[in-house]
């Protein structure tokens, strides 16, 4: 859908097809509030038009963390020439550039490194995330950042369109037309609106975006220095 035709599906579903109880302009405000909602329901790996890649990003350093941490980057519009949705939340991943992804580690796997209580391989990169910023350990080097763009907000251009894949308009909607139907006090239909959305969302995110079994889900790095599968775990021989 356009966000024209949009604009005129709320209209119908809202029984105000002239605009006397919410004209476009509030319509079109919460269509955008629906959109940035729809994109923290759905799993990452869903949002395939929004993923983005920056690549040959020049690491800055510091002394915030630790002399092991110091490599840095800010993953901001600067750096990306997008703003990843969620700042550094957004961030699905990171490689040396056009070489080998970076392993994630929590913060507190990072502490536990910089105690001796836990340790990396020599020649391994790894980052976490403090501050808004990645942090790489073991490596200097350009990287590429992997992430979530924010999407651009809709507007009433008669052909202007949604950034996120047509396979989710309906729930953006369906989720536009229960605030709307919360600013008019009916809440029966405000929950009507939002169950049928939610219901298509769960449906949704049931279904890996590349038919992968567990695709979606993060690998466990909790036991031991060894990424461990979620759905295909390693088992002695």
Request: charged content about 20%; glycine content about 6%.
């Amino acid at each position: 859908m356009t966000t024209a035709e949009m604009l005129t599906v709320l209209g119908d579903r809202l029984e105000d097809t002239s605009g006397d109880l919410f004209s476009d302009t509030v319509k079109l405000r919460y269509l955008n509030i629906a959109q940035d909602k729809l994109i923290q329901l759905l799993n990452p790996h869903l949002l395939t038009d929004l993923q983005t890649l920056k690549v040959d990003i020049t690491l800055l350093t510091d002394n915030d963390v630790d002399t092991h941490f110091k490599s840095y980057f800010i993953p901001n519009n600067t750096t990306l020439d997008s703003t990843p949705f969620g700042g550094v939340l957004g961030v699905l991943g990171i490689r040396v550039a056009n070489s080998n992804f970076i392993r994630k580690i929590s913060f507190d796997m990072a502490k536990d490194f910089t105690t001796g209580y836990f340790g990396f391989s020599a020649t391994e990169p790894v980052y976490f995330a403090f501050k808004n910023r990645i942090y790489i350990y073991n490596t200097t080097a350009k990287v590429d950042c992997y992430f979530i763009k924010e999407p651009t907000a809709l507007a009433t251009s008669p052909t202007a369109n949604s950034d996120l894949n047509a396979i989710f308009h309906d729930a953006l909607v369906e989720l536009a037309e229960a605030e709307l139907w919360r600013l008019s006090n009916n809440q029966a239909r405000k929950q009507d609106a939002e169950q049928r959305a939610y219901g298509m969302i769960g449906r949704y995110n049931q279904n890996p975006a590349t038919q992968v079994v567990g695709e979606g889900l993060p690998f466990d790095h909790s036991s031991s220095n060894s990424l461990v599968d979620p759905i295909y775990p390693n088992h002695p021989i």
